[in-house]
């Protein structure tokens, strides 16, 4: 059988150690794919650019040095930004997955990382990519080991240690978004230590409490501009950002697009 490509880009080059396929890829600048899906769990690494990625009722943003997870059959579709995508797809073969012995529940949905150590571990995997030799096979699968056992790791405590508290925040930021939130009047709302509210932002939403309040904003403003005639200076307002100018530096910034052409790209009646 002839193999297919995971991507829908452009192939630079494909290469496969013991079982284990790697594919550099490139896609254009204000790429849309439509509703699609992948036959296998692969993860993908951007090296430049960024896209988002929408499944169900969520948005992944993935930018430079981001990886995202994707489990086999989820339909999903991707949106890349103004700069377009770099990156390295990795496809383990099915009973590589098997023999890691993950809980199923973990692959269930999409998720993305962006942080040092695993940038790092995928970095190290792509350099054996471009400089193959006899022990890349040994040393690709040694750090995929690597990666997903810091990253499930981590999915799984975060899961389970998540103090309750936590969630109260989220609900209110969800809530009040577009007052004028601080870090204090957040702690003050759960009777935490300011210090200890960003610590456990940090560790369990991998994000700063201003990061979330942004995504929050972000998020609602996408969905105006989906579903409203609202100005984008209405948007701004609305949303809690100072003025137009913010709010589009802002959201292009997280999505990779500006408002004007996000809403171009995805109402079908604008012009």
């Not at 809980?103 to 150590?117: A, K, V």
């Not at 193959?132 to 990666?147: G, H, I, K, N, Y």
Request: glycine letters at 4%; aromatic letters at 10%.
């Amino acid at each position: 059988m002839t193999y297919q490509p995971v991507t829908q880009g452009t192939l630079l080059r494909t290469v496969k150690l013991d079982g284990i396929r790697l594919t550099e890829t490139v896609h254009e600048q204000r790429l849309q794919l439509g509703p699609h899906s992948h036959e296998f769990f692969n993860l993908t690494f951007v090296l430049k650019g960024s896209f988002v990625e929408s499944f169900e009722r969520n948005r992944l943003e993935l930018s430079s040095n981001s990886v995202l997870f994707e489990p086999a059959g989820v339909i999903h579709s991707d949106n890349f930004g103004d700069r377009g995508a770099h990156s390295l797809i990795v496809e383990p073969p099915e009973h590589w997955i098997q023999s890691v012995n993950l809980d199923s529940s973990l692959l269930l949905n999409p998720f993305h990382l962006n942080d040092p150590f695993t940038s790092k571990l995928v970095t190290r995997i792509y350099r054996e990519f471009q400089f193959p030799d006899r022990f890349s096979s040994l040393a690709v699968q040694a750090t995929l080991l690597e990666l997903f056992s810091f990253t499930f790791r981590k999915i799984q405590c975060r899961n389970e240690l998540k103090p309750p508290w936590l969630a109260k925040v989220q609900n209110h930021i969800e809530e009040h978004f577009q007052d004028a939130l601080t870090i204090s009047s957040l702690s003050k709302v759960v009777d935490v230590h300011p210090a200890h509210l960003i610590r456990s932002f940090r560790k369990f939403l991998s994000c700063t409490p201003g990061g979330y309040i942004r995504r929050t904003r972000l998020k609602f403003a996408a969905k105006l501009l989906q579903e409203t005639n609202l100005s984008l200076t209405e948007i701004a307002l609305s949303t809690g950002f100072c003025d137009q100018s913010h709010f589009t530096h802002s959201f292009r910034r997280h999505f990779g697009i500006t408002p004007r052409r996000f809403r171009k790209s995805n109402t079908p009646n604008a012009g």
